[in-house]
Nanobody, 126 residues
Framework: QVQLKEAGGGLVQAGGSLRLSCAAS????????MAWFRQAPGKEREFVAA???????????EFAKGRFTLSRDNANAAVNTVYLQMSSLGPEDTAVYYC????????????????WGQGTQVTVSS
């Protein structure tokens, strides 16, 4: 099992930037892909981006391309960290952002992810 803890959410004005982080501990050496999802008020949770265990491959949802950058730091074998750098934020990006992990290759399907963080709130004011 993997433990995930997100940080970095907050309130930002439209056009601004935020960097989210997710610290993952546990059986990380088993090769866990990690991803970010988000859930806006009144909407279903949706995929944002995912990265392979090595960090070499990243997949983005269409709305995230060109604005969000997902990176991964595995330098600490005990705690892997993924970062979601978000820029050009708009009110439509307001949501709770969740970090998730799955064993094996990455993907956008929420049901494939077994471990989830508590989420961090991102609010973008217009």
């Amino acid at each position: 099992q993997v433990q995930l803890k997100e940080a970095g959410g907050g309130l930002v004005q439209a056009g601004g930037s935020l960097r989210l982080s997710c610290a993952a501990s546990g059986r990380m050496n088993d090769g866990y892909a990690m991803a970010w999802f988000r859930q806006a008020p009144g909407k279903e949770r949706e995929f944002v981006a995912a990265v392979t265990w090595t960090g070499n491959d990243v997949e983005y949802e269409e709305f995230a391309k060109g604005r969000f950058t997902l990176s991964r730091d595995n330098a600490n074998a005990a705690v892997n960290t993924v970062y979601l750098q978000m820029s050009s934020l708009g009110p439509e990006d307001t949501a709770v952002y969740y970090c998730a992990a799955k064993l094996g290759y990455y993907g956008p399907a929420e049901e494939d992810y077994n471990d989830w963080g508590q989420g961090t709130q991102v609010t973008v004011s217009s």
